[in-house]
């Protein structure tokens, strides 16, 4: 969790400051509720969630370390511009991914 709060500080919060992740992939995924509606919207959004918690971050925290772990009495590595780029690029895709997705199968259940 100390690498996903140092790897999440810089886009919105200082380090510095109480723990509140910037969340660009809610801006991403926010902009499917024009095309695919507001349940898809949420869809996509959660989906962007969970991988970037769950599989982007700690990926992201590996690779700008050398593949090894971070270990508890170093500091996380920084988030480079083109990381910010790929991630943002990563939970776009995903977002939209997703609320398609939810958008295609939800006629289907109706």
């Known amino acids: 969790m100390r690498a996903v709060r140092a790897l999440t500080s810089g886009f919105a919060m200082p380090a510095d400051q109480p723990w509140l992740p910037g969340l660009p992939h809610v801006a ?10 507001g349940q898809a ?8 969630t969970l991988a970037s918690f769950v599989v982007y971050l700690p990926v992201t925290a ?4 050398g593949g090894r772990a971070i270990a508890a ?3 996380a590595p920084v988030l480079t511009m083109r990381a910010q780029l ?3 690029g990563l939970w776009t895709l995903t977002a939209w991914a997703g609320a398609g997705l939810s958008a295609a199968i939800r006629p289907l259940s109706s």
């Not at 590996?62 to 370390?65: E, K, R």
Request: proline share 4%; aromatic share 8%.
């Open 28 to 37: 991403a995924a926010l902009a499917t509720v024009f095309v695919f509606g």
């Open 86 to 88: 790929v991630l943002l």
């Open 73 to 75: 009495d170093r500091p």
């Open 41 to 48: 919207c949420v869809t996509g959004l959660l989906l962007a």
């Open 62 to 65: 590996l690779t700008l370390n």
